[in-house]
Structure formats: structure tokens, C-alpha cells
């Protein structure tokens, strides 16, 4: 063989060999390439399934706090309807408690008028009295005043209960008021104040 033709059988082999390792390179590349690619679309995956869940949860919690927050507002605002209720109730009782307040006094008015004339009565039969044999009219005169004190006795424990009322319908209504207050500020207090709600 010819020292020609032996140069040119190495440097073929080495072009072969070459083209082998550079085959072989090229192909654990492409394996490994594919590997990198089918990890990172798995990644992927995984992460849109991740961001999803997120998102289903945090549309759920704002649901649900939107929905307690609702309860608790139509609950405040019941509440407070109510106390509007009560409110007007004792306004009304306590109008009658005054009107009726005012009639026990015109009423014990004029009871004291009534007994004042018939005690004026009884002086004016009183002195009568030497006169008089049988004593009839001093005896009439002074059943009126007893009468007219016992009627004005009524009418004083009238007064007394009415005024009893009175105060103690003032003092309810006052109380109803404090509570309506209390439940309007309440009532504001129910604005969402998480990063996460935005309103419909």
C-alpha cells in the first residue's frame, strides 16, 4: 500500500470519526432539550393549575365575606327598623302619658275649686247652723266637701301615675334613641375594608 493511499485512509477515518461524535453529541443535546422542554411546560402547568386555584380561593373568600358583610348589614338595618318601631311606640305612649298627664291636672284643678267652694259652703252653713233646728244642709254641704276631697284624692294618684309614666317613657325613649345612634354607626361600620374585595 502506498504511503498516499494511507494518508488518505486516516484522514477518512478521522472525518468519520468526527461525523460520529458529532452525531452522537448532537442527538444527547436534542434528548436533553426535549427533557428541559417537557419540564418546563410541565412547570407551566402546574403553574396555571396553581394560579387558578389561587384565584378560585380568592374569589371564593370574597364571596363569602361579601356575603357575611350583606348578613351583618341586613341584620344592623333590621335591628335599627326595629328601633325606629320601638322609638315611634314610646313617642306615642309617651304623647298620651302627657295628654293624659295634663287632663288629671286640669282635673285636680278644678276638684281643688270644688273644695274650696264647698268648704266656703260649709262656713257659710257653719254659721247658718244657729239657725237652723235640723241641720240638713250643713249635713249635704259637708258630704259634698268629703265628696269633693275624695274625688280630688283620685285625682291626685291619677297625676301621680301619670307623670310616673311620663318619665318612665322619657327615659325608654332616650334609651331607643342611644340604640338607633349605636346601630347607624354600626350600620356604616360594614364597608369592605379587604385588599382582595372590589365591588360589584
Given amino acids: 500500500m502506498k504511503t498516499r493511499e494511507i494518508i488518505l485512509i486516516l484522514i477518512a477515518a478521522a472525518f468519520g470519526g468526527v461525523a460520529i461524535v458529532t452525531w452522537s453529541g448532537e442527538e444527547a443535546a436534542n434528548e436533553r432539550a426535549a427533557k ?8 407551566r402547568l402546574k403553574s396555571v393549575a396553581d394560579i ?7 374569589a371564593k373568600d370574597a364571596a363569602a365575606f361579601k356575603k357575611a358583610t350583606d348578613e351583618a348589614a341586613a341584620a344592623a338595618n333590621a335591628k335599627l327598623a326595629e ?11 309617651l304623647a ?11 282635673k285636680a284643678t278644678e276638684l281643688e275649686k270644688a ?11 257653719t254659721a247658718e247652723l244657729a239657725r237652723l233646728r235640723d241641720g240638713s244642709e250643713l249635713k249635704e254641704a259637708i258630704a259634698k266637701q268629703k265628696k269633693a276631697e275624695a274625688d280630688l284624692e283620685a285625682a291626685s294618684t291619677a297625676l301621680r301615675e301619670a307623670n310616673a309614666k311620663a318619665a318612665a317613657a322619657t327615659a325608654r325613649l332616650a334609651e331607643v334613641e342611644e340604640e338607633n345612634r349605636r346601630l347607624r ?7 369592605n ?8
Avoid: F, H
Fill in 115 to 125: 273644695k274650696a267652694d264647698a268648704a266656703n259652703r260649709v262656713n257659710e252653713l
Fill in 83 to 93: 328601633g325606629d318601631a320601638a322609638k315611634k311606640k314610646l313617642e306615642s305612649d
Fill in 96 to 106: 298620651k302619658a302627657k295628654e293624659d298627664a295634663g287632663k288629671a291636672a286640669m
Fill in 193 to 200: 375594608v379587604s385588599p382582595n374585595y372590589r365591588a360589584l
Fill in 36 to 43: 428541559i422542554s417537557k419540564e418546563a411546560n410541565e412547570a
Fill in 52 to 58: 387558578k386555584a389561587m384565584n378560585d380561593k380568592a
Fill in 185 to 191: 354607626e354600626q350600620t356604616k361600620g360594614t364597608d
